[in-house]
Nanobody, 115 residues
Framework: QVQLVESGGGLVQPGGSLRLSCAAS????????MGWYRQVPGKERDLVAM???????NYGDSVKGRFTISRDNAKNTVYLQMNSLKPEDTAAYYC?????????WGKGTLVTVSS
């Protein structure tokens, strides 16, 4: 069993920044891909950013140039630095990790961008 615990969400004004963290724990030797998706009510869960264990990244088009994903493999933790936030970034952000071919999800953390 793998558990993912997210932190760092909250309310921020447009143009501001937030940093999300997600730590994986449980029956894992190593985590392969880790990253973030986001979802607003009534819509599908969309890719924000994913990072492979060897450092390859994949970003959603709407966040390129504003968000940066990073990870600490020793701690099985992934981070998402979000800058220049826009109201349309408001969503529940879900951490996910792939361990031995299985994708696990966190419970989500809410990010609200509003003045």
């Amino acid at each position: 069993q793998v558990q993912l615990v997210e932190s760092g969400g909250g309310l921020v004004q447009p143009g501001g920044s937030l940093r999300l963290s997600c730590a994986a724990s449980g029956s894992i030797f190593s985590v392969d891909d880790m990253g973030w998706y986001r979802q607003v009510p009534g819509k599908e869960r969309d890719l924000v950013a994913m990072l492979t264990r060897d450092g390859s990244t994949n970003y959603g088009d709407s966040v390129k140039g504003r968000f940066t994903i990073s990870r600490d493999n020793a701690k099985n933790t992934v981070y998402l630095q979000m800058n220049s936030l826009k109201p349309e970034d408001t969503a529940a952000y879900y951490c996910n990790a792939i361990v031995r071919g299985v994708r696990y999800w966190g419970k989500g953390t809410l990010v609200t961008v509003s003045s």
